[in-house]
């Protein structure tokens, strides 16, 4: 059974810096695309960005482009967020979610999705 478990979560500070991690377990890692979703109260789940099986693709939301950055690291069986000049906004919990084939930003098109991780940015 595919299991997905996020860390690095956290409380910070509006321009700082944080890396999100999040390992998959019960399944080839790198069969997955892999993607970053992001839910704040109140709010639908939304992108944030998405990574194919080898990295050719990263399509990322134009809310985050140029301050997040996915990425994956298959050896290691290992998706990261890393996320820079934080702002209040970005305030949310945030999901790792995984599906065989193809990428895509559409949330409920994912098979398997972690626990979350709460991301509070303050001003």
């Known amino acids: 059974q595919v299991q997905l478990r996020e860390f690095g979560g956290g409380l910070v500070q509006a321009g700082d810096s944080l890396r999100l991690s999040c390992t998959l377990s019960g399944d080839t890692f790198n069969n997955y695309a892999m993607g970053w979703f992001r839910q704040a109260p109140g709010k639908e789940r939304e992108f944030v960005a998405v990574i194919s099986q080898s990295s050719d693709d990263t399509p990322t939301a134009d809310s985050v482009k140029g301050r997040f950055t996915i990425s994956r690291d298959n050896a290691k069986r290992m998706l990261y967020l890393q996320m820079n000049n934080l702002k209040t906004e970005d305030t949310a919990r945030y999901y790792c979610?995984?599906?065989?084939?193809?990428?895509?930003?559409?949330?409920?098109?994912?098979?398997?999705w972690g626990q979350g991780t709460q991301v509070t940015v303050s001003s």
């Open positions: 979610a995984a599906r065989l084939l193809l990428t895509t930003t559409v949330a409920k098109r994912y098979t398997f």
